[in-house]
T-cell receptor, first 111, second 114 residues
């Protein structure tokens, strides 16, 4: 079964603390993995994808095929990082045509 | 705002009524997707179009749901004989049909069935 699991519904950290949002997936084939973010009252937007291996707003995520994980990390959380974060996957190259999302993790960064 | 736009933003309807939502994608995007998001869940795929062709439909898309994209531009999603369980946020997204392309989302239409 194709599935994305985000085990934490809510993650609360203090400003300046490291943050890791967990994502595990199940997919038969070579998936593309993404992190989407939704700030309060804003639309869902792409944060980063594994294939570009870039760091956006200080966030990074490494695809671990052995552990089928794509955890999102940031060494020093900022209050403006507070948002809903969704991990998602699709078939390689977008061949699947649609995204499978996890249930999301709400990140709350306290001052 | 040149992003994906959805209309209406909110819709309240009585059970049993029909509703129709509209999505206008980013103009050069040939793929258009519909998702549904209920409280506490991530977006769930409903269907997608490449140009005017509907290429995939989820099992979530019951026979009360129909989507069209008649000229490969805007799309409509109709729900017939609405039920309370249809209450959700309906999201539209668009992208290019190319490798490693990003899907851009609209702000959604929130449907409440009373």
């Amino acid at each position: 079964a194709q599935r994305v699991t985000q085990p934490e519904k809510l993650l609360s950290v203090f400003k300046g603390a490291p943050v890791e949002l967990k994502c595990n997936y199940s997919y038969s084939g070579s998936p593309e993995l993404f992190w989407y973010v939704q700030y309060s009252r804003q639309r869902l937007q792409l944060l980063l994808r594994h294939i570009s291996r870039e760091s956006i707003k200080g966030f990074t995520a490494d695809l671990n095929k052995g552990e089928t994980s794509f955890h999102l990390k940031k060494p020093f959380a900022q209050e403006e990082d507070s948002a809903m974060y969704y991990c998602a996957l699709t078939g390689y190259g977008g061949s699947q045509g649609n995204l499978i999302f996890g249930k999301g993790t709400k990140l709350s960064v306290k001052p | 705002d040149t992003g994906v736009s959805q209309d209406p933003r909110h819709k309240i309807t009585k059970r049993g009524q029909n509703v129709t939502f509209r999505c206008d994608p980013i103009s050069e995007h040939n793929r258009l997707y519909w998702y549904r998001q209920t409280l506490g869940q991530g977006p769930e795929f409903l269907t997608y179009f490449q140009n005017e062709a509907q290429l995939e439909k989820s099992r979530l898309l019951s026979d009360r749901f129909s989507a069209e994209r008649p000229k490969g531009s805007f799309s409509t999603l109709e729900i017939q004989r609405t039920e309370q369980g249809d209450s959700a946020m309906y999201l539209c997204a668009s992208s290019l049909a190319a490798l490693n392309t990003e899907a851009f989302f609209g702000q959604g239409t929130r449907l409440t069935v009373v």
